[in-house]
């Protein structure tokens, strides 16, 4: 660290990691992935990338964290979003489709490692009949389907993995700012390499 740098708290990923300072500064570090391959990132001093921060909490690949440089409390995520655990709605670094669906959907199908897809594209949320949102990366599909007998109007599909422009992976390097639906949260969670805004029931970053 950068001589006079006190770190009050760490926060560590698979190959990353995030201290902040005394003075709520946070610092980040770590390397990069590149297909199957690690690549180092070439610098002896961490990078810091956000001020005034309460609050952070790493993924494997990514960092949540509580700021609040305005003067009001505000979530910020970088790292990877290939699953869009950033929580970011331009959906920067993967991308989604939804499915409108009425009374059943046609070729649901367990998915390898947990959850289920349609045409090989992993169902991550359903439209509800009362207009909610739910998660559905843990659901089976025949808990989706009985979903969508009961009134879901839509799934959301997380498109096969695509090759993401170098311009696109740099920009989720730097604190995005994740806007909330309800509240403005006060915990971060870390649990088993996952982030999560607790207090935030509708919105899973992780």
């Known amino acids: 660290m950068p001589s006079g740098v006190a770190v009050r708290h760490v926060s560590c990923g698979d190959c990353h990691s995030c ?8 610092w980040f570090g770590g390397a990069g992935r590149k297909r199957r391959s690690w690549r180092r990132v070439h610098q002896r001093i961490p990078t810091l990338v956000l ?19 305005s003067g009001h409390n505000q979530v910020f995520a970088w790292g990877s979003n290939a699953m869009g655990q950033l929580g970011l709605e331009d959906a920067c670094g993967f991308s989604e489709r939804t499915l409108p669906c009425s009374g059943s959907v046609a070729g649901l199908a367990p998915r390898e490692g ?8 992993q169902v991550v949320r359903i439209h509800q009949a009362d207009g909610s949102v739910r998660a559905a990366t843990s659901m089976t ?3 989706v389907q009985q979903a969508v007998v ?6 959301v599909l997380q498109v096969a993995e695509r090759e ?7 920009k989720l390097l730097r604190p995005q700012h994740v ?8 915990h971060v969670a870390s649990s088993d ?3 999560a805004w607790s207090s935030v029931e509708r919105r899973w970053l992780g």
């Not at 201290?19 to 946070?26: D, F, M, T, Y």
């Not at 947990?114 to 594209?121: L, N, Q, S």
């Not at 009961?150 to 799934?155: K, N």
């Open 193 to 195: 390499g996952a982030v």
């Open 19 to 26: 201290a902040s300072h005394e003075k709520r500064r946070v």
């Open 141 to 143: 599909a025949e808990q």
């Open 114 to 121: 947990g959850g289920c897809e349609v045409a090989g594209e």
């Open 51 to 69: 001020e005034v921060c309460l609050q952070i909490a790493s993924g494997a690949n990514h960092t949540v964290a509580l700021a609040a440089p």
């Open 164 to 170: 993401v422009p170098k311009p696109e992976k740099q």
């Open 150 to 155: 009961q009134g879901a109007t839509a799934l």
């Open 179 to 186: 806007p909330l639906e309800v509240g403005a949260g006060e």
